[in-house]
């Protein structure tokens, strides 16, 4: 016979958890986890490099340890791995920059009335993250890129290619741009063209110009479903841009796109891919609601519907690969 007891912490912990969010933010603020990688561990060290009281600063590190940001052996704080790798500044893969665009008020208001949102299925486009020239993909082109630097390489990596000799490579919706970025990085024979709306290009031309591949990287601003790409491309890429729109719109673009390449050409599609029971892995299956707040037809698909919208689009063959984190890349090859 089972003991459990039935326990109110879930709803507690749910509740509250503006806190939590509230805590990494200040944290982030404060420079207070690359403090602690600096070697500042107990309260008075932390203070002073963060320039904060030493009240505040403990019971924001005992929440942090509480939470699983920190450690603590007596009065000195650490940082754990993930933290030191994703929180500190010092850090090639430092995630803090992402605040700026998940966090921000623009993303965060529309789950304000989710219950409404949730009864009438949907939000007005022109409510939402999709309405045309949205400001708000600056600010993500600006703070996303560190997190989709390993996501981007590793699509290079399958894709293979170092070894394809001179392709013509379409980033469709390029944000920050780099994807095709780590493309031309890995094939000195690569020409990019980027598109996406004017504002956020400026973002995918500038780091292309930091990281050595401004010279093979040219920007075609407009909208996707409207802009005309011409052809002849060997590699179409389509990252985290499907789950925006509904069915019957991905597919439709993904039509267009196949007109776009050559025969034998891939799209490269990078979604949050979640099972057939839409509730496992978490990280995948979860994004869902970031759709239901966002945008007025958006979902996560699953590797089934995703293949089924490819090949309506005239992708004869269709593979789906997990990367390392909640994502998964699905290939397709046109007819």
Not at 1 to 6: F, G, K, L, V
Not at 42 to 66: F, M, N
Not at 258 to 277: H, M, Q, S
Not at 325 to 330: F, K, Y
């Amino acid at each position: 016979m089972s003991t459990t007891h039935p326990t109110p912490d879930l709803f507690f912990d749910t509740i509250q958890a503006y806190q939590r969010t509230a805590a990494l933010r200040a944290a982030i603020d404060l420079n207070l986890f690359t403090a602690i990688g600096d070697g500042a561990s107990t309260v008075p060290a932390i203070a002073k490099a963060c320039q904060a009281s030493e009240r505040g600063t403990r019971i924001l590190c005992d929440y942090l340890t509480i939470v699983g940001f920190l450690t603590k052996t007596g009065d000195a704080y650490q940082l754990t791995p993930d933290t030191a790798f994703f929180l500190s500044r010092k850090s090639p893969a430092y995630l803090g920059g992402t605040m700026e665009f998940l966090g921000t008020p623009d993303v965060v208001r529309h789950f304000d009335d989710l219950a409404s949102t949730v009864r009438r299925g949907s939000i007005p486009k022109t409510d939402s993250t999709v309405s045309d020239e949205n400001p708000v993909w600056e600010t993500f082109a600006r703070a996303m890129m560190p997190m989709m630097m390993p996501p981007a390489q590793a699509i290079a990596e399958i894709l293979g290619v170092a070894a394809a000799g001179p392709i013509k490579v379409l980033d469709i919706a390029a944000g920050h741009g780099i994807f095709g970025i780590a493309i031309a990085q890995k094939n000195p024979q690569a020409e990019i063209v980027a598109s996406d709306w004017a504002g956020v290009l400026k973002v995918a031309t500038e780091n292309a110009g930091k990281m050595g591949v401004g010279a093979r990287h040219k920007a075609l601003a407009g909208d996707a479903f409207t802009a005309d790409w011409g052809g002849g491309y060997d590699i179409a890429l389509m990252t985290n841009f499907l789950h925006h729109f509904d069915i019957p719109t991905c597919t439709t673009l993904l039509k267009k796109v196949a007109a776009a390449l050559k025969p034998g050409g891939r799209i490269a599609v990078l979604e949050f891919v979640p099972n057939d029971d839409r509730i496992s892995p978490p990280g995948a299956a979860t994004f869902a609601m970031q759709m239901l707040g966002g945008t007025p037809a958006g979902d996560a698909y699953t590797l089934k519907e995703l293949t089924s919208m490819l090949k309506d689009a005239g992708f004869a063959t269709v593979s789906g690969q997990p990367l390392q984190g909640p994502q998964t890349l699905v290939v397709g090859t046109k007819s």
